[in-house]
């Protein structure tokens, strides 16, 4: 008897003995963690939002007679016009000729007869100051000379009508093709021209964010084609009303488009800046956990870690801005935190 109670004391102090070692080959296990010194950095809060981009110009030149047509050349390329050229106002895109609408017009016949009607009506004015013409037969005079007026200016409106000009500056989006001397319709489609230097969006914003966004706000655009540009925009006009129906308000979005890098009819992200902050404290939003005490994160400290709980403010779908909690030059782990407790060691690894 005595000789059994002697070998379960030995089997137990070997057992304590192994499970001492293992304690304290698990205290001394060091776990792999990154960290990231904790520097001063600006952050902003945005709502998101998406929508299609417009020009702020556009327009479609149709032939206003039939005759027969001819596309000019761009003068900086000197070639005929192409879609995707740039247009500046009152250049020629096309001409139609037709010689018996010319003739109908006679701009060089109402061109003389106001010549005339000028030259009558300085007579006129000349005698009725010394007594020689009546009153009346001034005033016939000046009637006359403004209706020459108005039928030269009718013609030269007229002659407009067999060159077709872009209106403003903008790109070419489309060029209908039509053969060289032959004729076309009146109403016939020439071309399309946009100014997509400056556009615009219109957005639809859900109702819990009518007090927090303002006009003038500076918005950041963005598009899959274009994933290393940010183009800036800004809110132009909101709308006070909420759609019974949706629980949205109408936005408009002005976008600075002067490198072209969107496109008419592009699908845009859009992140408005309700909010910023400068030389704050911001660590990545997805190293914070949530504990009943609240939210925490792991510091190193002489290769130990360190659960500190945090408040904070501003933040957006990567960054939060703590506001206390941390303070500037502590290291705050950033991967490995998952299985950390207080008081591990660590091992930091790039």
Known sequence: MKKII?????????????????????????????VEDIRL??????????????PKGEIELKSKIAATYYLEKNPSTGRMWQMGDKISAGAVVARLEDREYVISVKLETTQLNLELSESELKKQESLYEKGGVTLKELKTASIEYENAKNNLENAKLQMEKTKITA????????????????????GA????????????????LPEKYISVIKPSQVVKLTNYTIPEDTIIGQVSQLSPAIDPDTRTFKGNIQINNSKYLLRPGMFVKADIVTNHRDSA??????????????????????????????????????????????????????????????????????
Do not use: W
Not at 193 to 201: F, G, H, K, L, P
């Open 167 to 186: 209106p403003f500056n903008g790109v070419i989006v489309d060029l209908t093709y039509h053969t060289q001397g032959t004729q076309i319709e009146s």
């Open 189 to 204: 489609s020439i071309a399309k021209i946009m100014d997509y230097v400056t556009m615009y969006m219109e957005v639809q």
């Open 6 to 34: 002697f070998l379960l004391s030995v089997a137990i102090l070997a057992f304590s003995g192994c499970r001492n070692q293992d304690q304290s080959l698990t205290a001394d296990v060091e776990i792999p963690v990154s």
């Open 281 to 350: 404290i911001v660590i990545p939003k997805s190293i914070i956990l949530s504990r009943q005490r609240g939210k925490t994160v792991f510091i190193i400290d002489r290769g130990v870690a360190a659960e500190r709980i945090i408040e904070t403010g501003l933040e957006n779908l990567t960054d939060v801005q703590v506001t206390r909690g941390l303070a500037r030059n502590e290291r705050v782990v950033t991967s490995g935190f998952e299985t950390l407790s207080n008081k591990s060691k660590v091992k930091i690894v790039k």
């Open 41 to 54: 950095k600006s952050i902003e809060e945005f709502v998101n939002t998406t929508g299609t981009a417009y």
